[in-house]
T-cell receptor, first 111, second 116 residues
Framework: RKEVEQDPGPFNVPEGATVAFNCTYS??????FFWYRQDCRKEPKLLMS???SGNEDGRFTAQLNRASQYISLLIRDSKLSDSATYLC????????????FGTGTSLTVIP | NAGVMQNPRHLVRRRGQEARLRCSPM?????VYWYRQLPEEGLKFMVY????????ESGMPKERFSAEFPKEGPSILRIQQVVRGDSAAYFC??????????????FGPGTRLTVL
């Protein structure tokens, strides 16, 4: 069983649409959660950390459900520049240990 | 403050040769991680190092692969006797020393290894 599972998509949505990505993780001891964004042939870049209480950054909202071991990312008012692969990332400790990556969800925003 | 630096960006090797990939972490970061990304796949953890110590190498293949992070200089990922299956993008990430809290990792641009 994979540590982190994501729907690979692809998601093709029109500009202005709202889109949601989901992710589940297998280790209940996981403590740190992130969404990273990876553009084609580029390195992953942090989009946002995911806090237990949920958090919002502009058009992006992340939610964590520890009981269900589930993480979500909501993107409102999609822009063309949001087209990328979104990586769900889970870490088991808060002390700089390894990250477990999902395989990523591909998003294409269509004009 | 320069980000994580990796070189070379592209590396071509013939089967049986050695590949050396270098990573300089962000200034002030003492933790280095190496990941491998095969075409159309997700990133897979390989090894986690601090200065002069390997903390976790559970993702490293048992043979041909080694990593170091010396007291001075960059971290090195070394692949001996490369095979075609080693062709991938190798990303290095670094993070600061944290006593607690969220341990964001910052990624370098990657080295794309092609084995002919």
């Amino acid at each position: 069983r994979k540590e982190v599972e994501q729907d690979p998509g692809p998601f093709n949505v029109p500009e202005g649409a709202t889109v949601a990505f989901n992710c589940t993780y297998s280790n209940s001891a996981s403590q740190s959660f992130f969404w990273y964004r990876q553009d084609c042939r580029k390195e992953p870049k942090l989009l946002m950390s995911v806090y237990s209480s949920g958090n919002e950054d502009g058009r992006f909202t992340a939610q964590l459900n520890r009981a269900s071991q589930y993480i979500s990312l909501l993107i409102r008012d999609s822009k063309l520049s949001d087209s990328a692969t979104y990586l769900c990332v889970v870490s088991e400790t808060n002390t700089g240990n390894q990250f477990y990556f999902g395989t990523g969800t591909s998003l294409t925003v269509i004009p | 403050n320069a980000g994580v630096m990796q070189n070379p960006r592209h590396l071509v090797r013939r089967r049986g040769q050695e590949a050396r990939l270098r990573c300089s972490p962000m200034k002030g970061h003492s933790h280095v991680y190496w990941y491998r990304q095969l075409p159309e796949e997700g990133l897979k953890f390989m090894v986690y190092l601090q200065k002069e110590n390997i903390i976790d190498e559970s993702g490293m293949p048992k043979e041909r692969f080694s990593a170091e992070f010396p007291k001075e200089g960059p971290s090195i990922l070394r692949i001996q006797q490369v095979v075609r299956g080693d062709s991938a993008a190798y990303f290095c990430a670094s993070s600061p020393l944290l006593a607690g809290g969220y341990n964001e990792q910052f990624f370098g641009p990657g080295t794309r290894l092609t084995v002919l």
